[in-house]
């Protein structure tokens, strides 16, 4: 039924908006590179709308990013010594620890010289708001929860591609995103780390995107660096500065 809903749905947009309302989905995986390496399948999906008479598109994107292994912790990034939740059971600093890793990113904005008449080599400038959220969990051996960091990240975003039109069309893209808000926030059961909210400093984020596309289908490369300050905070254990480098694929389909 519910399926069947959409598809009515569909058909009433298709017969009301023609071409200008575009809608595709995405599945694909990253290799997340950050404190550890892990990898994760994803799931994509964009609506775009743009007129035919007009120049620019509008698009909203959503994107998620959940492990399919666990990697083990690298001990060395701690600057604490960890305790164990039961205080009998102390954890020693040669105990192996499990991390898992996962996030998502929304974007919604404009791209520039979108035209479908344009057969030339022509430039696409993009202006969007960027959310992003990442989050590694610690666990022990028998799968205790310890502690799980998240970071979240909302801003704007600029950036420009080049668009070669043919049968199989080419696109290249580059992004700066800056953040005006910027949170880390630390859970846990250790003893001494409370829950508790942690800013951070603003730093620039980049991306950059191949894709490529013929007909319904589509193959994209997108390589992100995400850069997260540091959280300084006297009450809790404070986290140093680090970076996530996150190359992924994503096969696309356009409806």
């Known amino acids: 039924m519910r399926f069947r809903i959409i598809c009515f749905l569909l058909a009433i947009g298709s017969s009301s908006f023609g071409q200008k309302i575009r809608f595709n989905s995405s599945i694909g995986s990253s290799f ?8 994760t399948v994803d799931f994509g ?6 007129k035919p008479t007009k120049n620019r598109k509008y698009f909203i994107a959503l994107r998620s990013l959940g492990n399919v292994a666990t990697s083990v912790t690298d001990r060395s990034k701690y600057t604490t010594l960890f305790e ?9 600093e040669s105990t192996f620890l499990n991390s898992s890793m996962r996030g998502g990113e ?4 404009v791209v520039w010289n979108t035209h479908p008449s344009k057969k030339n080599i022509h430039l696409t400038p993009v202006l969007s708001f960027f959310s992003r959220s990442i989050a590694r969990r610690i666990s022990s051996p028998k799968g205790e929860y310890l502690e799980e960091e998240k970071y979240r990240l909302h801003g704007l975003s600029a950036g420009v591609g080049v668009v070669i039109p ?9 992004q700066l995103i800056q953040p005006f808000f910027s949170e880390a926030t630390l859970f846990g059961q250790l003893i001494g780390v409370p829950v508790q909210s942690l800013s951070q400093e603003k730093t620039l ?11 319904n289908f589509g193959l994209a490369i997108h390589v992100d660096v995400v850069n997260l300050g540091a959280a300084v905070n006297p009450n809790s254990r404070s986290i140093r500065a680090s970076q996530a480098v996150i190359p ?6 356009f409806f």
């Open 45 to 50: 999906a964009q609506i775009s709308y743009q």
């Open 84 to 92: 164990s939740p039961v205080q009998s059971q102390p954890l020693i």
């Open 106 to 109: 929304a974007e919604a904005g």
């Open 32 to 39: 997340i590179s950050w404190h550890e390496q892990q990898m």
């Open 248 to 253: 992924s694929s994503l096969f696309t389909y």
């Open 166 to 174: 043919g049968k199989t069309s080419l696109g290249v893209q580059a």
């Open 205 to 215: 984020n980049y991306r950059a995107k191949v894709q490529v596309s013929r007909g």
